[in-house]
Each structure stands twice: as C-alpha cells, then as structure tokens.
C-alpha cells in the first residue's frame, strides 16, 4: 500500500559534506546570525557554539543549565527560547548553547525543532522536504 | 510544559500528555524539559 505525503519545500544539501548540513538563521530579539548546522537525530536538542549565542548578544550562563551526554563524555549548555528558520520555516524553539568555548559543534535536534516538522529525506539526491507539522 | 506567550497553560510528565491537553489551542510553545543534571543525548 503506498503512501503519500505534501512538503511545502524542498531543501538542497550538500552529500560531500560530513553529515546533512542545513543553513540555518537563528533570531533573538532584534539579532540574528546564520550558520551551517548538522541534522543530528540523535540530539534532543539544538546545540550550538557558545560564540554564536555571544553574537547574539545573550549571556550564556542566564540560560537554563542543563548536562548533555555524548559516547565520549558529557558537557553542560544553556538553554534560550529563540526562533530558528529553516529553510523560510520558522519555529518558536529551545535551543542551546554549549558552556565550554572549545565546543565546536552545531546540531539540529528533536524537541522543538524536528518534531515540528514532517521530514523527508533522499539522502543520495541531497534532498530534504520539509514541511511545519500541524496536528490533526 | 505548554506556554502561551510567557503564561503556563500546561504541563504533565509527557509531552503527549501536554499535547492532549492542549488540543485544540493554536501557538502555543509546547517543549520538554529536563532536570539540570539529567544527562540527556547531544547526539554528536
């Protein structure tokens, strides 16, 4: 039985690139900055580097602490309710920006960011559908 | 937990349950949160 599903975009990424890597604009207030950010299943939630929540003007410790575990140790971040467009989708998220300054990664996770979406993904093409979830 | 603008509108032990209480209600920031020293995945 097939199935079928309606995107409102389609999103191009680069398949030579390590990972699936989207342009991202994060906003607070009257800043924003965009960045390249991995699509990380496995992340609860969006993680970014400390300086570009600086570039935004925040103070990092005044967001909402919380411990992140990895394979390989664990680190603590800051958590800031922003608006992240994708892709000319913009969602109302938490995000979170690493305490330690030699943290260098950018991810796209889960909890208000992917599961606000209907995600479609053909990984040889280098094609992401995206589309804002809207519950039934 | 669900916000409406700043204002708590709901919260429970799941975010299903959230949902369920909230549906119906049109943008509202609905988001789970942690313990601080519950160590949650960072993926990576």
């Known amino acids: 039985m097939p199935y079928q599903l309606k995107f409102e975009k389609l999103v191009m990424f680069d398949i030579n690139q390590d990972g699936i890597c989207l342009d ?9 900055i965009k960045i390249n950010a991995k699509i990380d299943t496995g992340a609860a939630y969006s993680i970014f580097e400390r300086r570009f929540g600086e570039k935004l003007g925040l103070e990092i410790e005044s967001g909402m602490r919380q411990r ?30 690493a305490e330690n300054e030699s943290f260098s990664k950018n991810v796209l996770g889960r909890i208000t960011w992917l599961d606000n979406l ?12 995206l589309s804002k979830y809207e519950p039934e | 937990m669900a916000l409406d603008g700043d204002v708590l509108v709901a919260h429970a ?15 509202l920031f609905i988001v789970k949160v942690f313990a601080e020293e519950t160590i949650i995945s960072a993926g990576l």
């Not at chain 1, 991202?24 to 924003?32: L, P, Q």
């Not at chain 1, 209907?118 to 559908?129: C, P, R, S, T």
Request: aromatic share 16%.
């Open chain 1, 68 to 97: 992140f575990g990895t394979a390989t140790g664990n680190f603590y971040a800051y958590g800031f309710r922003v608006t992240l467009n994708v892709a000319e989708i913009e969602l109302d998220s938490m995000i979170f920006f």
């Open chain 1, 24 to 32: 991202v604009e994060i906003k607070y207030a009257d800043s924003n």
């Open chain 2, 13 to 27: 032990g799941t975010l299903q349950e959230v949902r369920r209480q909230t549906k119906g209600k049109s943008n």
């Open chain 1, 118 to 129: 209907v995600f479609g993904l053909v990984d040889q093409e280098g094609k992401i559908y």
